[in-house]
């Protein structure tokens, strides 16, 4: 049997490394930018963070495989639990000097399955976390954990939804900003942080339309943990959709048709 919560402990140390690096780098004079085959940005802060995290954890779990944004993947099907890792989600941000970006972390079962998660936001003072369960919690400027909970909104009338931007949508543009008429407040909150705040009820529900597997597998966990529900865009449970839908779960399945 999997012990998740020795699991979790690593994966909050693993998030101490992260930001280490990241507090030091971020705002630097010195920052090294470049451009990927997909004409995102990546620093030399994200290259470094998930350097640290791999020869930490091929230290402490070898016979675990990793799956990283940018040193690459394993092969996810051979039977075996994974670490995804994403160093810096929000880089854009981070570059720029805009505080909303994190480290995230996430662990799955060999069925893919999210069994932990763990996202840092240190320029935030935040940091979120799960196990399987156990429970989602909130740390605030390295306080005492506090158990944080979806909401209990039922009507989208009332709720708020966050996004990122409305590139990438497609032919559901349309539908997303007809969905914007009908409910009752609208943010552009972005990455990690729209998620996170579905968990603790601050927000009922967000939607991305196109992320990658490092770009979900610790949100997924938590917001599942903390009562609310993950699927992709088109309804599919689990991190493998390549978009993300969350929710306080009352308002999924007429969010699933609005957005479809």
Same mark, same amino acid.
């Given at each position: ?39 995102? *940005? ?12 791999? !020869? ?5 779990? *070898? ?5 990283? !944004? @940018? =040193? ?7 039977? #075996? ?5 994403? *160093?810096?989600?929000?880089? #854009? ?12 972390? $996430?662990?799955?079962?060999?069925? $893919? !399955? ?7 936001? *240190? ?16 740390? !605030?400027? #390295? $306080? ?7 909401? @209990? ?20 543009? @349309? ?6 008429? #009908? ?8 990455? =990690? ?31 599942? @943990? ?8 088109? $309804? ?25």
């Amino acid at each position: 049997m999997r012990d998740l919560v020795a699991d979790l402990a690593l994966a909050k140390s693993l998030a101490d490394l992260a930001d280490q690096i990241t507090q030091d780098r971020y705002q630097s004079l010195d920052l090294k930018i470049e451009t990927k085959p997909d004409l995102t *940005p990546v620093t030399d802060a994200d290259k470094a963070v998930e350097k640290v995290i791999r !020869e930490h954890l091929s230290k402490n779990r *070898p016979d675990d495989l990793i799956v990283g !944004e @940018e =040193f690459g993947a394993a092969d996810i099907h051979s039977g #075996k639990y994974y670490w995804v890792i994403d *160093p810096i989600d929000g880089t #854009k941000n981070f570059l720029r000097g805009v505080p909303t970006w994190a480290t995230l972390i $996430g662990l799955c079962n060999p069925e $893919g !399955e999210v069994v932990v998660g763990v996202v840092s936001a *240190p320029t935030l003072y935040r940091r979120w976390y799960a196990a399987l369960g156990h429970g989602a919690f909130v740390v !605030e400027d #390295k $306080g005492t954990p506090k158990r944080i909970r979806v909401s @209990e909104v039922k009507d989208l009338k009332d709720a708020s939804l966050s996004y990122s931007d409305l590139i990438g949508w497609g032919n559901r543009k @349309e539908k997303l900003l007809a969905l914007q008429e #009908k409910i009752w407040r609208t943010r552009a909150h972005g990455d =990690f942080w729209s998620h996170v705040l579905v968990a603790e009820g601050a927000v009922d529900i967000a939607a991305e339309p196109s992320l990658a597997l490092w770009d979900i597998a610790a949100i997924d966990i938590i917001v599942r @943990e903390a009562g609310g529900r993950f699927t992709s865009i088109d $309804g599919k449970d689990g991190v493998h959709g390549a978009s993300a839908l969350t929710s306080n779960g009352h308002l999924h399945d007429a969010l699933i048709k609005a957005l479809n």
